[in-house]
């Protein structure tokens, strides 16, 4: 198949761009660098090294033999750009990784925040509307979040996607509907994945666009089978308070001898995704499109839920570390359960990889290998949701406890 792969220079973009190269597929990376630009930003370098996208595609093909195209630009603001693009390569499928994917990031600050709604929101339409444009049937497959759902306690399951419901007439009539599930934003971040969901609902019901829409967990790991074939095609490892995800966060601080972070309660219940698994996800929906006139397919992509708390216990347990209990910069419920179907994929033939698995050793010895790369100063989550207070500056001192044999921890 020919795909774009929009923000194939990030995080979850490149070693989807490798995987899906990997497998036949013909594959051209569309990306403005705006990950890079944000790291030179914050003064955050990822903890391995990244070379330049150029290197990186020519590593690609003089390792594999495969070749991967590249174009520069941004799909938020060069609309007749992307349109001319889109008509050039009539592409069978896009993959959609053009937004900015922090929430700590996204709650920073007013340009931040305006940031990430004119950029993601932006994207997404003008994807929309040139596919529309270009008069193309090419699949969309776009990473969405399991945070559309929001993080409170439900009674059941998290859908995937959709929920019915019953409503009662005035003449004692019900009428069953399937309608999104309500959505439930924690950050601006999340905000622009539930206007996604709008924009995919109508472009599907006006113009019949194909979208199969991901709702993933938090993504844990650095390397897939491809971006571990050479040194320079190395994946991200961001583990600075915006960017950087709970277990790369704790296995990285645990190689540096920091004591691991956790924020409030740590009871805050997450899903979870090994990067391998979330380059696997893309790539079945890829090549499992919906039917013509099928509605937005979406999948719940995530593995497992774990307490903050418990991921913190487990990577002490590993690596003998010690747990330091932060105020928490966020405003979320301190404690919840979180349940979830993921049974769409699974039937597409995708067999998780869990924390169980031990993959958390591997990401453990890359964080070791690059230990020399890491600035304390950027490890503090500095983000906070809603107005600061006073008070909040004067918070008693961090809560630490040290790891001891058997996983158990004791308060020093």
């Known amino acids: 198949m020919r795909i774009i792969v929009l923000g194939g220079d990030g995080f979850c973009g490149w070693p989807t761009a490798l995987h899906l190269s990997a497998h036949g597929h013909d594959v051209t990376i569309v990306d403005n660098l705006a990950r890079r630009a944000i790291g030179e930003e914050l003064e955050a370098d990822s903890l391995t090294p990244i070379r330049p996208l150029g290197t990186r595609i020519q590593a690609w093909q003089e390792t594999t033999g495969r070749a991967i195209a590249y174009r520069y630009l941004d799909a938020a603001s060069d609309y007749d750009r992307l349109l001319a693009l889109l008509d ?97 934003p924690g950050s601006v971040y999340h905000l622009t994945k539930t206007q996604d969901q709008l924009a995919f609902q109508f472009y599907n019901a006006n113009d019949g666009v194909r979208v199969t829409d991901l709702h993933q967990g938090i993504v844990w790991g650095t390397q897939t089978e491809e971006t571990a074939l050479d040194e320079r095609l190395i994946n991200r490892f961001d583990y600075d308070g915006d960017f950087g995800t709970v277990l790369n966060r704790f296995l990285m601080q645990a190689a540096v001898g920091h004591p691991l972070t956790v924020h409030g309660t740590g009871g805050q219940t997450r899903a979870f995704i090994h990067i391998r698994d979330t380059v696997r996800c893309v790539r079945l929906a890829v090549e499992n499109p919906p039917a013509t006139g099928e509605r937005v397919r979406i999948f719940n992509q995530a593995t497992e839920t774990y307490r903050v708390r418990e991921l913190a216990q487990k990577v002490a347990t590993l690596t003998g570390a010690d747990v330091e209990f932060r105020e928490n910069p ?82 020093v």
């Open 88 to 184: 050039e390569l009539r592409p069978d499928a896009v993959v959609h990784f053009a937004e900015q994917r922090a929430a700590p990031y996204s709650m920073k600050g007013d340009r931040q925040k305006r940031y990430t709604m004119d950029n993601n929101t932006a994207a997404t339409h003008n994807l929309l509307c040139a596919l529309v444009s270009a008069d193309l049937d090419a699949h969309l497959v776009h990473l969405g979040t399991m945070g559309v759902y929001g993080y409170t306690t439900t009674a059941a399951p998290l859908p995937e996607g959709y929920l019915t419901v019953h409503i009662p007439g005035p003449d004692g009539e019900v009428e069953e509907r399937e309608i999104l599930y309500p959505a439930n």
């Open 330 to 411: 966020r405003k979320e419920a301190a404690e919840n359960e979180l349940r979830m179907a993921n049974e769409g994929l699974r039937r597409l033939g995708w067999a998780p990889i869990t924390l169980d698995g031990g993959l958390m050793a591997e990401v453990r010895d890359i964080a070791a290998r690059y230990a020399h790369r890491c600035d304390l100063a950027r490890v503090p989550a500095t983000s906070r949701w809603g107005r600061a207070h006073p008070a909040a500056e004067a918070a008693e001192p961090p809560t630490t406890v040290r790891a001891v044999p058997r996983g158990r921890v004791r308060a």
